[in-house]
T-cell receptor, first 114, second 121 residues
Framework: AQSVSQHNHHVILSEAASLELGCNYS??????LFWYVQYPGQHLQLLLK??????LVKGIKGFEAEFIKSKFSFNLRKPSVQWSDTAEYFC????????????FGKGTRLHILP | DSGVTQTPKHLITATGQRVTLRCSPR?????VYWYQQSLDQGLQFLIQ???????AKGNILERFSAQQFPDLHSELNLSSLELGDSALYFC????????????????????FGEGSRLTVL
Protein backbone atom coordinates (compact mmCIF):
# COMPACT_ATOMS: atom_id res chain seq x y z
CA ALA A 1 0.00 0.00 0.00
CA GLN A 2 1.16 3.51 -0.66
CA SER A 3 2.38 5.73 2.17
CA VAL A 4 3.84 9.19 2.57
CA SER A 5 6.57 10.46 4.89
CA GLN A 6 7.13 14.06 5.78
CA HIS A 7 10.31 14.21 7.79
CA ASN A 8 10.04 17.75 9.08
CA HIS A 9 7.26 18.05 11.63
CA HIS A 10 7.96 21.63 12.62
CA VAL A 11 9.92 24.22 10.70
CA ILE A 12 10.65 27.76 11.83
CA LEU A 13 12.07 30.28 9.39
CA SER A 14 12.53 34.00 9.16
CA GLU A 15 10.88 36.01 6.41
CA ALA A 16 12.77 35.97 3.10
CA ALA A 17 14.44 32.65 3.93
CA SER A 18 14.25 29.85 1.39
CA LEU A 19 12.01 26.89 2.12
CA GLU A 20 12.23 23.23 1.28
CA LEU A 21 9.86 20.71 2.83
CA GLY A 22 10.63 17.06 2.28
CA CYS A 23 8.14 14.46 1.08
CA ASN A 24 8.87 10.85 0.26
CA TYR A 25 6.36 8.25 -0.80
CA SER A 26 6.46 4.51 -1.01
CA UNK A 27 4.80 2.90 -4.00
CA UNK A 28 6.47 1.13 -6.85
CA UNK A 29 4.08 2.17 -9.58
CA UNK A 30 2.98 5.39 -11.20
CA UNK A 31 1.75 8.06 -8.83
CA UNK A 32 -0.18 11.29 -8.71
CA LEU A 33 1.27 13.69 -6.14
CA PHE A 34 -0.17 16.64 -4.28
CA TRP A 35 0.70 19.33 -1.77
CA TYR A 36 -2.10 20.79 0.32
CA VAL A 37 -1.92 23.71 2.73
CA GLN A 38 -4.01 24.56 5.76
CA TYR A 39 -3.76 28.18 6.91
CA PRO A 40 -4.70 28.88 10.54
CA GLY A 41 -8.44 28.62 10.99
CA GLN A 42 -9.06 27.58 7.40
CA HIS A 43 -9.77 24.38 5.51
CA LEU A 44 -7.17 22.42 3.59
CA GLN A 45 -6.67 23.61 0.03
CA LEU A 46 -4.65 22.44 -2.93
CA LEU A 47 -1.28 24.11 -3.41
CA LEU A 48 -0.07 22.15 -6.43
CA LYS A 49 -0.19 18.72 -8.03
CA UNK A 50 1.79 16.47 -10.34
CA UNK A 51 0.18 13.96 -12.66
CA UNK A 52 2.65 13.64 -15.52
CA UNK A 53 4.97 15.67 -17.75
CA UNK A 54 7.42 18.27 -16.46
CA UNK A 55 8.58 17.07 -13.05
CA LEU A 56 8.92 20.66 -11.85
CA VAL A 57 5.46 21.83 -10.93
CA LYS A 58 4.50 25.39 -10.11
CA GLY A 59 1.63 26.13 -7.78
CA ILE A 60 -0.07 29.08 -6.19
CA LYS A 61 1.65 31.76 -4.12
CA GLY A 62 5.11 31.14 -5.56
CA PHE A 63 5.40 27.53 -4.45
CA GLU A 64 6.89 24.81 -6.60
CA ALA A 65 7.66 21.13 -6.19
CA GLU A 66 9.95 18.74 -7.97
CA PHE A 67 9.12 15.11 -8.60
CA ILE A 68 12.24 12.94 -8.53
CA LYS A 69 11.14 9.45 -9.44
CA SER A 70 14.43 7.78 -8.57
CA LYS A 71 14.24 9.18 -5.06
CA PHE A 72 10.48 8.70 -4.61
CA SER A 73 10.38 12.33 -3.58
CA PHE A 74 8.18 15.36 -4.16
CA ASN A 75 9.75 18.20 -2.18
CA LEU A 76 8.05 21.54 -1.84
CA ARG A 77 10.08 24.72 -2.31
CA LYS A 78 9.72 28.46 -2.15
CA PRO A 79 12.67 30.80 -2.70
CA SER A 80 11.56 33.49 -0.25
CA VAL A 81 8.90 32.89 2.37
CA GLN A 82 6.52 35.44 3.82
CA TRP A 83 4.86 35.67 7.22
CA SER A 84 1.58 34.74 5.50
CA ASP A 85 3.03 31.34 4.58
CA THR A 86 2.64 30.26 8.20
CA ALA A 87 0.50 27.15 7.87
CA GLU A 88 0.50 23.39 7.94
CA TYR A 89 1.58 21.67 4.75
CA PHE A 90 0.53 18.18 3.71
CA CYS A 91 1.99 16.00 1.00
CA UNK A 92 -0.33 13.38 -0.55
CA UNK A 93 -0.05 10.50 -2.99
CA UNK A 94 -2.42 8.50 -5.14
CA UNK A 95 -1.51 5.21 -6.79
CA UNK A 96 -2.53 5.86 -10.38
CA UNK A 97 -4.30 3.02 -12.06
CA UNK A 98 -4.74 1.17 -8.82
CA UNK A 99 -7.37 3.02 -6.81
CA UNK A 100 -8.64 6.47 -5.94
CA UNK A 101 -7.31 6.68 -2.39
CA UNK A 102 -5.42 9.86 -1.67
CA UNK A 103 -3.04 9.18 1.19
CA PHE A 104 -1.68 12.09 3.19
CA GLY A 105 1.49 12.54 5.17
CA LYS A 106 1.39 13.69 8.78
CA GLY A 107 1.99 17.28 7.83
CA THR A 108 4.66 19.91 8.49
CA ARG A 109 3.89 22.93 10.61
CA LEU A 110 5.66 25.96 9.19
CA HIS A 111 6.08 29.05 11.32
CA ILE A 112 7.48 32.17 9.71
CA LEU A 113 8.96 34.79 12.00
CA PRO A 114 8.27 38.39 10.93
CA ASP B 1 -15.29 28.85 1.63
CA SER B 2 -14.69 25.49 -0.08
CA GLY B 3 -18.38 24.76 -0.62
CA VAL B 4 -18.21 21.62 1.52
CA THR B 5 -20.35 21.72 4.65
CA GLN B 6 -19.81 19.57 7.70
CA THR B 7 -22.03 19.32 10.75
CA PRO B 8 -21.71 19.42 13.66
CA LYS B 9 -18.55 21.50 14.07
CA HIS B 10 -18.02 20.29 17.61
CA LEU B 11 -19.34 17.27 19.43
CA ILE B 12 -18.69 16.03 22.96
CA THR B 13 -19.91 12.62 23.98
CA ALA B 14 -19.14 9.74 26.30
CA THR B 15 -17.45 6.41 25.74
CA GLY B 16 -19.75 3.75 24.40
CA GLN B 17 -22.00 6.22 22.62
CA ARG B 18 -22.76 6.56 18.92
CA VAL B 19 -22.57 9.71 16.80
CA THR B 20 -23.29 10.67 13.21
CA LEU B 21 -21.26 13.20 11.28
CA ARG B 22 -22.74 14.75 8.18
CA CYS B 23 -21.14 16.10 5.04
CA SER B 24 -22.65 17.98 2.12
CA PRO B 25 -20.28 18.06 -0.86
CA ARG B 26 -19.81 20.97 -3.25
CA UNK B 27 -22.60 21.33 -5.74
CA UNK B 28 -21.92 18.93 -8.63
CA UNK B 29 -19.24 16.88 -6.90
CA UNK B 30 -19.89 13.15 -6.98
CA UNK B 31 -17.16 11.85 -4.67
CA VAL B 32 -16.96 12.18 -0.91
CA TYR B 33 -13.87 11.25 1.08
CA TRP B 34 -13.65 10.92 4.88
CA TYR B 35 -10.45 11.49 6.83
CA GLN B 36 -9.58 11.32 10.52
CA GLN B 37 -6.96 13.72 11.84
CA SER B 38 -5.30 13.13 15.18
CA LEU B 39 -2.09 14.57 16.61
CA ASP B 40 -0.09 11.37 16.41
CA GLN B 41 -1.55 9.81 13.23
CA GLY B 42 -1.93 12.81 10.97
CA LEU B 43 -4.61 12.66 8.26
CA GLN B 44 -5.82 9.07 7.98
CA PHE B 45 -7.92 8.10 4.98
CA LEU B 46 -11.08 6.31 6.08
CA ILE B 47 -13.33 5.78 3.09
CA GLN B 48 -14.44 7.20 -0.26
CA UNK B 49 -17.85 7.13 -1.93
CA UNK B 50 -18.59 7.91 -5.54
CA UNK B 51 -22.14 8.54 -6.70
CA UNK B 52 -23.61 6.52 -3.86
CA UNK B 53 -21.25 3.57 -3.96
CA UNK B 54 -18.19 2.75 -1.90
CA UNK B 55 -15.11 3.41 -4.04
CA ALA B 56 -12.10 2.97 -1.81
CA LYS B 57 -11.51 1.92 1.76
CA GLY B 58 -8.75 2.85 4.12
CA ASN B 59 -8.09 2.30 7.79
CA ILE B 60 -11.70 2.45 8.85
CA LEU B 61 -12.59 0.57 12.01
CA GLU B 62 -15.45 -1.92 12.00
CA ARG B 63 -17.18 0.29 14.58
CA PHE B 64 -17.33 3.02 11.94
CA SER B 65 -19.54 3.02 8.88
CA ALA B 66 -20.45 5.49 6.20
CA GLN B 67 -22.85 5.94 3.35
CA GLN B 68 -23.63 8.36 0.58
CA PHE B 69 -27.25 9.15 -0.11
CA PRO B 70 -29.02 9.80 -3.45
CA ASP B 71 -28.70 13.56 -2.92
CA LEU B 72 -24.93 12.91 -2.58
CA HIS B 73 -24.58 14.00 1.03
CA SER B 74 -22.69 11.55 3.20
CA GLU B 75 -22.81 10.43 6.81
CA LEU B 76 -20.10 8.87 8.92
CA ASN B 77 -21.40 6.81 11.80
CA LEU B 78 -19.12 6.16 14.75
CA SER B 79 -20.32 3.67 17.36
CA SER B 80 -19.09 2.19 20.64
CA LEU B 81 -16.92 5.24 20.96
CA GLU B 82 -13.58 5.05 22.72
CA LEU B 83 -11.33 7.77 24.08
CA GLY B 84 -8.97 7.21 21.16
CA ASP B 85 -11.68 8.16 18.68
CA SER B 86 -11.34 11.78 19.75
CA ALA B 87 -10.14 13.55 16.63
CA LEU B 88 -10.99 15.98 13.88
CA TYR B 89 -13.00 14.30 11.12
CA PHE B 90 -12.73 15.87 7.70
CA CYS B 91 -14.91 15.38 4.71
CA UNK B 92 -13.70 16.27 1.23
CA UNK B 93 -15.41 16.17 -2.12
CA UNK B 94 -14.21 15.99 -5.70
CA UNK B 95 -15.79 16.32 -9.10
CA UNK B 96 -15.16 12.84 -10.43
CA UNK B 97 -14.46 9.37 -9.24
CA UNK B 98 -10.89 10.11 -8.23
CA UNK B 99 -7.47 10.64 -9.80
CA UNK B 100 -6.28 7.08 -9.80
CA UNK B 101 -8.59 5.15 -12.05
CA UNK B 102 -10.02 7.96 -14.16
CA UNK B 103 -6.60 9.22 -15.12
CA UNK B 104 -6.66 12.52 -16.92
CA UNK B 105 -10.40 12.70 -16.67
CA UNK B 106 -10.28 13.70 -13.02
CA UNK B 107 -8.36 16.66 -11.63
CA UNK B 108 -7.75 14.85 -8.39
CA UNK B 109 -8.36 18.01 -6.41
CA UNK B 110 -10.12 17.53 -3.11
CA UNK B 111 -12.22 20.28 -1.56
CA PHE B 112 -12.24 20.01 2.20
CA GLY B 113 -14.80 20.99 4.78
CA GLU B 114 -13.80 22.63 8.04
CA GLY B 115 -14.09 19.39 9.95
CA SER B 116 -16.07 18.02 12.87
CA ARG B 117 -14.18 17.93 16.15
CA LEU B 118 -15.20 14.92 18.20
CA THR B 119 -14.30 14.70 21.87
CA VAL B 120 -14.99 11.45 23.68
CA LEU B 121 -14.92 11.67 27.47
Amino acid sequence: AQSVSQHNHHVILSEAASLELGCNYSYGGTVNLFWYVQYPGQHLQLLLKYFSGDPLVKGIKGFEAEFIKSKFSFNLRKPSVQWSDTAEYFCAVNARGRDDKIIFGKGTRLHILP
Amino acid sequence: DSGVTQTPKHLITATGQRVTLRCSPRSGDLSVYWYQQSLDQGLQFLIQYYNGEERAKGNILERFSAQQFPDLHSELNLSSLELGDSALYFCASSVGSGPGLAGGGDTGELFFGEGSRLTVL
